[in-house]
């Protein structure tokens, strides 16, 4: 596994140059599809910049074995996809909280296009190009609707290139856990994969803290064992 190869050459290196190489990657991915209303719309980036300045997830982000590169984007249609964070080295609590307010000031890129979430994951695929060098790499995807538009998740792990790359999921229910199922049968991707559930997106911001500090705190250990 080339992820484990980098890891154990990093720490083999010694510990100074383990702190220094970039531990994770990590990029998230906002549905804005129109089954988002402008007030769930809102509860999302409220959410999330809630959740990057919860103190549980400074800490995380702050202190692992290296930095963490963040990258932000919301999806919705087939062509419509926005960054709202371009990859950033986190090195400090005051650019999380920079990164919130931005979050939190920010205006909807689109509205009314269906739920492609297929090429939401080719986008994400591609941007990874674009990203620091990371021992790991971990596309945080959120959303509450299954595919509707274009190719789906399956075809995009087909096309695109996710060597290396673990897809976690936030699934945003309702009255059922149905896009719970649907994310754990078809949306994750990689070793150690997992779904955090939403019950609507008012809880949205609770949920993203959670699964946040779990993507930072997963062991490395742990994952070159598997």
């Not at 994770?24 to 509860?43: C, I, N």
């Not at 290139?161 to 936030?170: C, M, P, Q, R």
């Not at 993203?208 to 064992?225: P, V, Y």
Request: charge should be negative; hydrophobic fraction near 45%; proline fraction near 4%.
């Amino acid at each position: 596994m080339v992820r484990s190869a980098a890891l154990i050459a990093a720490l083999a290196a010694g510990p100074a140059l383990a702190q220094d190489q970039c531990r994770l990657a990590l990029q998230l991915g906002l549905d804005v599809s129109a089954s988002v209303d402008a007030g769930e719309y809102r509860l999302q980036v409220d959410g999330l910049a809630s959740a990057l300045i919860d103190p549980s997830v400074v800490d995380a982000f702050l202190n692992g074995p290296g930095p963490v590169a963040l990258s932000i984007f919301e999806w919705s249609g087939r062509f419509q996809q926005e960054v709202l964070l371009d990859w950033v080295m986190i090195t400090s609590e005051e650019q999380l909280l920079t990164i919130a307010e931005d979050i939190a000031a920010s205006e909807r890129g689109s509205q009314d296009f269906p739920t492609a979430l297929g090429y939401a994951l080719g986008f994400a695929s591609t941007r990874f190009r674009e990203a620091p060098p990371c021992l790991f790499q971990t596309l945080d995807i959120s959303g509450d609707g299954q595919n509707n538009d274009g190719f789906p998740p399956v075809a995009a792990y087909q096309h695109f290139d996710f060597d290396g790359i673990t897809v976690n999921g936030l699934a945003i229910g309702g009255a059922s856990r149905e896009i719970e199922q649907y994310f754990l049968a078809e949306v994750i991707h990689g070793p150690g994969a997992f779904v955090e559930y939403a019950l609507n997106h008012s809880d949205f911001a609770e949920t993203m803290r959670r699964k946040l500090e779990r993507e930072l705190r997963a062991m490395i250990f742990g994952t070159l064992a598997e």
